[in-house]
């Protein structure tokens, strides 16, 4: 379902979805032999929503959020204790907020300012459900100046250097996130 109101101002979007997955597989790492496995999960059934709103609500300036739950439900599993366990690498939640304000700085060149905010609900790493990351919160953040086909633009990615692990396995694995990035872009287009 999509809709605009408010002589298109507000933007309200909903979905709603069901998947099997059939086969998909998951990292192990075994650290007392040195082993890197891939387990298989034969059946997975994956129920959820999304909803989405965009607002306009002054001139130059763009609200936006966010909202997508997933319920992940393994179906069938060599071992039947893990039957109904959550699917590995799943997130529970997802949760994005972000703002953008466009302005006019002289004649012929536009200030642009955003910054996102997204939550990664609960993520579990293995079919025992035995690890799971807690949520994780991120923040971006992006200034430009755009005047013609050029573009100068300063921005930072995980602006306050949130740790958290992007993989895990148990058995020792673990792949750390990145941290606070940040720079400046140039760019033309043509």
């Known amino acids: 379902m999509r809709t605009?109101?408010?002589?298109r101002h507000l933007t309200l979007s909903a979905n709603a979805y069901t998947t099997e997955s059939k086969n998909s597989y998951f990292f192990v790492f075994l650290a007392?032999?040195?082993t890197q496995n891939l387990g298989n999960v034969p059946r997975t059934r994956i129920n959820g929503f999304e909803l989405e709103a965009t607002a306009r609500?002054?001139?130059?300036?763009?609200?936006?959020?966010?909202f997508g739950y997933t319920n992940s439900n393994i179906k069938a599993f060599p071992d039947p204790a893990y039957i109904g366990n959550e699917a590995p690498l799943i997130s529970r939640y997802t949760l994005n907020m972000g703002s953008q304000y466009r302005t006019a700085v002289g004649s012929d060149a536009e200030l642009i300012a955003r910054v996102d905010y997204r939550r990664t609900g609960k993520t579990w790493w293995d079919v025992q459900n035995s690890t799971?990351?807690?949520?994780?919160?991120?923040?971006d953040a992006r200034l430009a100046v755009e005047f013609g086909p050029f573009s100068v633009a300063a921005f930072a990615s995980n602006l306050?250097?949130?740790?958290?692990?992007?993989?895990?396995?148990?058995?020792?694995?673990v792949f750390k996130a990145r941290p606070r990035r940040y720079?400046?872009?140039?760019?033309?287009?043509f």
């Open 160 to 173: 306050f250097n949130e740790k958290y692990n992007a993989e895990f396995s148990p058995g020792g694995f």
């Open 183 to 189: 720079g400046a872009e140039m760019s033309f287009k």
């Open 57 to 66: 609500p002054a001139p130059g300036l763009d609200l936006n959020v966010g």
């Open 4 to 7: 605009q109101l408010l002589d």
């Open 132 to 139: 799971v990351r807690k949520p994780v919160d991120l923040v």
């Open 32 to 34: 007392a032999n040195s």
